[in-house]
Structure formats: C-alpha cells, structure tokens
C-alpha cells in the first residue's frame, strides 16, 4: 500500500514567476524510506510543506495515509510527524521539560506526557542532558530532540527536512542511526537531502528533482549505475603513463580515460575495492608506482551532471540572499 502519493504538484511563487512545483509527482511505500533528493532550490521543502498541510498547492493532488491533505488537512495532521530545520523549543527548557510540554500540547495526560518524553530521550541517546537547558546543547542533540517532539504521537508518516544539513560529521552519523532505528521499527519516512551519500544509507528509493521537476528515480544502485558508478583514479610519472593504462585497462577490463596534463589515468569499475587492490599488484609486479590514488564514488554532482547536464549550483532567492547570508 501507498502510504504517501503525489500527483503532479504545482506550486508557484511571485505570482507564476517562480515555479517551486513543476507537475511533481511521487509515492512512498508502507513502511518505506523515501530519499527525495535534490540541491538547494530544487523544492524539496515545498513539497514535505504541500504534504505536511502546511501549504495548499496551486494544483494537483496528494494523499497521505489514504487521506487527502486539500480536503482533510486536519486528519492527516494526527498521523503524521514533521521535523525540519527549525526548532520550536523554549531554550531556557530543558529537554525533557520540552517534550513533556509538547505532549501536552498533543492532549496526552500529564503522566503519559512525562513517560513519553522519557521514553524518547532514551531512544535518541538524550537521557544524561535531559535536564540539561536546550540552550546548552550541540546541534545534533538539538536536531535529535526535534525529532523526538515529532514522534510524541507515534505518527504513521514521518516527514525529515533535511536533518542532517548543517551537522558535523559526528552529529551527522547519530542522527543517521537514529533514522535507521526509526526505520527499523516499520515508520514510513520521507527524507530531504542534498547529500547522494545519505540517501544512499537511509533510503530504500530515491527521487531526484531538480527545479521542482522528478528528473530520476530508482534505489541508489540504479541511480549510481546510471551515472556511471565507481571510478578508480590513478596518477603515475610520465614514462609510466601508457604502461599504466594498460595494466588498469587489462585489469578492470574496463576503458580508461587519461589526462596527460596531470597525467591522471580514470577507469569506471564495478567492484571498486577488489579492482583497486588488483590495479595495486599488477602495478607492483609491472615496476609502476602510483604517485596518487583514489576510488571516487558518484557524488550528487555526478548524477546532477549526468542526469540534467548542468552542475548543482546553490540558489539563493533575491530578497532572502541577504538573510541567507547573514547566518553563515
Ligand atoms: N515563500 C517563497 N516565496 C518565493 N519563492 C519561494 C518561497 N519559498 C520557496 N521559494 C522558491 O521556490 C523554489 C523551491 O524552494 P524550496 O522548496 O525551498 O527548495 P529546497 O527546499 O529544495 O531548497 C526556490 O526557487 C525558492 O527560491
Ligand atoms: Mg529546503
């Protein structure tokens, strides 16, 4: 069953002159995670807005848990949980004091509000800072607490705006274990990210917009395999670069492409490891040394490049461009 679909969204801004929503369309399979995949201005926050309530779109149509979110936001409201890039907490608060305030604000009883709200800080890693003020909190832990206060009511559904932008390596990975828990439990998830590599761990599918448009989509091996999939990029001396090539092409079996001017040697591969460590000893018995290696994998820019011909560029509306700015 269809948990969450979407059928030819438009929406549009400035009266037509932006088209945040150009006839998207999408679904998200029953306890399912669906990486919606895009670079900045592509729409992926319209669209987690369009199907959260939040934001009536110009047409189309868009059912969550069977319902309609035009016709019954409010029902869907009650089966679904929202998580994005802002935090409507009270700083002074502590976690714990926060969540048990936002089940209130859901109706829970006050004892049920305080088991839930211990309950949740367990289960995202937050129990020793509970009482800690949100004010004291790195920013993963706070991301981590925003999505507690949206799983208060055990949605069905769950939307994550990006939930990783802006987080340090280490925030990154908790929050993707937290996510892969939630996962686990049989949650439907719809993810936003700008990061190939995430999708990648956390989804089961993947759709990648562009300019509010679906321009792909498939699980991320199908998406990588359209772009070409890994690489292993090689530099050696001049005198050893047409050996070099040969030994790597007779090893992947695969057609190497050479730059002469950094005298780097690139050949896709299948099974990127196994191939670079055989390139390594043939390379070894051959007398070549590599001055440089690497395995690339397919970066979002790869299969932005692949799939619509223009690199991903960030875009900055003009009258937010100041604002934007300013945060950084
Ligand atoms: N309130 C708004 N007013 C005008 N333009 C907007 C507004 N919100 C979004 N847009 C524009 O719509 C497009 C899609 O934006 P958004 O959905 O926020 O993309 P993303 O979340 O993928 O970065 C962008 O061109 C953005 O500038
Ligand atoms: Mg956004």
Not at 85 to 104: I, K, P, R
Not at 153 to 165: A, G, N, S, W
């Amino acid at each position: 069953m269809k948990s969450v679909v979407a059928e030819n969204l438009v929406k549009t801004y400035r009266k037509g002159a932006v088209r945040a929503l150009d006839n998207l369309s999408l679904d998200v399979e029953e306890g399912t995670v669906l990486g919606v995949l895009g670079p900045n201005g592509a729409g992926k926050t319209t669209t987690v807005r369009v199907l959260s309530t939040l934001l009536e779109p110009d047409s189309g149509h868009a059912t969550v848990g069977g319902i309609d979110v035009i016709k019954n936001p409010k029902a869907v409201r009650q089966i679904i949980g929202l998580s994005g890039q802002y935090a409507a907490v009270d700083e002074t608060l502590s976690g714990w004091d926060n969540l048990v305030m936002f089940g209130q604000l859901y109706h829970l009883s006050a004892s049920q509000a305080k088991a839930r709200a211990t309950e949740l800080l367990a289960q995202f890693t937050l129990a020793e800072a509970a009482h800690r003020p949100i004010k004291t909190f790195s920013g993963g832990m706070r991301r981590r607490l925003d999505l507690a206060a949206s799983l208060i009511i055990r949605p069905k559904v769950l939307f994550l705006d990006e939930p990783t932008t802006g987080l340090d390596p280490r925030g990154r990975m908790e929050m993707w274990g937290v996510i892969e828990g939630l996962a686990r439990e049989g949650v439907t998830l719809l993810l936003t990210t700008q990061y190939l590599e995430e999708a990648d761990q956390l989804a089961d599918d993947i759709v990648v917009i562009d300019q509010g448009k679906v321009i792909a989509r498939g699980t991320s091996d199908q998406l990588k395999d359209q772009v070409g999939g890994e690489r292993i990029e090689i530099v050696v001396a001049q005198e050893n670069l047409v050996k070099a090539q040969e030994v790597i092409e007779r090893v992947t079996h695969g057609r190497a492409t050479v730059d002469p001017g950094i005298r780097r040697i690139s050949v896709p591969v299948l099974d990127g490891t196994q191939s670079l460590i055989a390139v390594i000893r043939e390379f070894d018995s051959a007398g070549i040394h590599a001055l440089d290696l690497a395995l690339k994998r397919p970066s979002l820019d790869d299969v932005f490049l692949s799939l619509t011909g223009h690199v991903a560029e960030a875009e900055i509306p003009v009258d937010e461009g100041k604002k934007k700015g300013a945060r950084k």
